[in-house]
């Protein structure tokens, strides 16, 4: 059974920063794409970062760019959200997301999902 857990949320003022973490179980986060999304309320679903394991390239929401990174740790089987010079348009709730292949473009290629962290940013 593919288990997600999200942690690592919460509220913090403007320019501040994050770490975002996925513990994941019952799935090998070194062999397939994984991705974080995020919601903000009466919003759809937004990719925020993915990573792919075939090119091991990173992909980035414009929004996003040279404020998050993402990364795993194959030894822990976790999957990581840094973020950097946080906005009060970051305000979202997060999800961890694990690919059905190697390559993963957009939420279709995401077969599993966790239940999400809350981050607030105050202005």
């Known amino acids: 059974q593919v288990q997600l857990v999200e942690s690592g949320g919460g509220s913090v003022q403007a320019g501040g920063s994050l770490r975002l973490s996925c513990a994941v179980s019952?799935?090998?986060?070194?062999?397939?794409?994984m991705g974080w999304f995020r919601q903000a309320p009466g919003e759809e679903r937004e990719g925020v970062a993915r990573?792919?394991?075939?090119?091991?390239?990173?992909y980035y929401a414009d929004s996003v760019k040279g404020r998050f990174t993402i990364s795993r740790d194959n030894a822990e089987n976790t999957l990581y959200l840094q973020m950097h010079s946080l906005k009060p348009e970051d305000t979202a709730m997060y999800y961890c997301?694990?690919?059905?292949?190697?390559?993963?473009?957009?939420?279709?290629?995401?077969?599993?999902w966790g239940q999400g962290t809350q981050v607030t940013v105050s202005s």
């Open positions: 019952g799935y090998s986060v070194s062999r397939y794409c």
């Open positions: 997301a694990a690919g059905r292949g190697q390559y993963c473009t957009g939420p279709l290629d995401f077969g599993f």
């Open positions: 990573m792919s394991v075939g090119s091991g390239r990173s």
